[in-house]
């Protein structure tokens, strides 16, 4: 194991389909420590990150599987035949926890992929640090134990005894949950952020897992879609608004819907950006459910460095930090809710009625969380938000929620007397 390794939530899940499938495929952003994590269960490795490795593994594809079990392929999907090899090896040899894929991209020819893996290849999506893990969260609070013992007094918080401020939280989004910011002297770690942004479109060994993304591309269009998936954070901004701004700000005299696309995928299959989908509900009511995803990113710190958003400034635009803390909470609560086996959604109706993530359990149970920047004002908001959403879902005759839950920026704990819980993101933990 690395000095100084941090033990990440991801463990237990991944020990568990270690040993319910053949192969896990461990995949998330560049540097978010697949690798590291992964090679805490493996037994033997062979890493794709040279070009001799690769060129061997392309031309002799079944040499990467062999060693003794698990057995860690590292950036499986440069030499993209090694998936079909698996398949075709647990056909004719099933044992459990047989291999561990980790992948910074999607393949980039999905067509050479002969089959989904299933039954055979589990995924988990891996990451970076959420506050608990880099150990900024007081971790008082168990996301878990809330669930599970629905009316539970909470901890003793006051918001004078927190020592989590504002100004730490800004900082702390700036900074990211990147392994390699996190270790890093807290005078460094900002710079060690930007050096990290930089050099995600920066490609100069041609064995970089992003090398056959951004083959091609105009890398200044890129980093203006980016920006524009910055500017659209935690909303549900049309892609064709986007597409217009980038036309309207003079970067490109023409740019058709196709080629657009094609960038914004780009930023998805390197698990930069993604859509968090909205949850569909079939309401009796004359309110339509909005179906649109919104918009958020990996790591909130590549929004705010793609627009050389600092600390100061990001705490000198409250409307703007509200935006980015959510995509910020949002990061933490995919990493707790893995860990619980739930999904996330976002909720948006044309009545106004929105909830911020809605956690979906396997049983059919939910948990619905208003994320908010501390302040009474927020704070009633959000319970009000939260209480108003039970009593639609009553009318209708739906499950109600099992937890209400206002997420903050900082301050203290408390239970609400409508049964609405209120819990700063340093204080949670799984």
Excluded at 135 to 151: A, D, K, M
Excluded at 278 to 302: E, G, K, Q, Y
């Amino acid at each position: 194991m690395e000095k100084n390794y941090r033990k990440r939530i991801i463990e237990a899940e991944l020990e568990r389909k270690l040993h319910s499938s053949g192969c896990v495929l461990v995949a998330g952003p560049k540097f978010v420590g697949k690798t590291t994590t992964c090679a805490t269960k493996a037994k033997s490795i062979t890493s794709l990150k040279s070009n001799e490795a690769v060129h061997f593994a392309r031309l002799y594809p079944s040499s990467a599987l062999r060693g003794e079990i698990p057995h860690l392929i590292d950036e499986w999907q440069k030499a993209p035949e090694i998936w079909n090899l698996i398949r075709d090896d647990l056909d004719k040899d099933y044992v459990f926890g047989k291999y561990l894929l980790t992948g910074s991209t999607t393949p980039v020819d999905p067509t050479t992929i002969q089959h989904s893996g299933a039954g055979r290849i589990t995924r988990l999506i891996m990451r970076p640090f959420s506050l608990y893990e880099s150990g900024e969260s007081l971790g008082i609070v168990s996301l878990r134990q809330l669930l599970e013992n629905p009316g539970m007094e909470l901890p003793t918080l006051l918001p004078e005894d927190n020592p989590f401020t504002l100004e730490q939280i800004a900082f702390s989004m700036c900074r990211g949950g990147w392994p390699i910011s996190c270790l890093s002297p807290k005078e460094y770690a900002l710079d060690v952020t930007l050096n990290y942004y930089e050099s995600l479109f920066n490609i100069e060994n041609e064995s970089d897992e992003f090398l056959s993304f951004l083959k091609n591309k105009d890398i200044d269009l890129l980093k203006a879609i980016l920006k524009e998936n910055a500017r659209a954070v935690s909303s549900q901004m049309k892609r064709s608004r986007m597409l217009k701004e980038i036309l309207e700000s003079g970067i490109r005299s023409t740019l058709d819907e196709e080629t657009f696309l094609s960038y914004y995928r780009v930023l998805e299959n390197l698990y930069i950006t993604y859509e968090l989908p909205a949850w569909n509900l079939n309401l009796r009511s004359s309110v339509a459910v909005r179906t649109a995803p919104t918009h958020h990113f990996f790591d909130t710190s590549i929004a705010l460095a793609s627009l050389g958003i600092t600390p100061k400034r990001l705490l000198d635009d409250k409307e703007s930090f509200g935006l980015f803390f959510e995509d910020f909470a949002l990061r933490d609560l995919f990493v707790y809710a893995s860990a619980l086996r739930a999904d996330i959604r976002h909720y948006r109706d044309s009545a106004g009625q929105e909830v911020d993530a809605v956690l979906l359990f396997p049983d059919g149970e939910y948990a619905t969380i208003e994320i908010k920047t501390a302040s009474y004002k927020g704070i009633e908001e959000g319970i009000s938000s939260l209480l108003s959403f039970e009593a639609k879902m009553e009318k209708n005759q739906l499950k109600k929620p099992s937890l209400k839950l206002v997420l903050t920026s900082h301050g203290g704990c408390l239970r609400d007397p409508r049964g609405v819980y209120v819990v700063p993101l340093s204080a949670l933990k799984d």
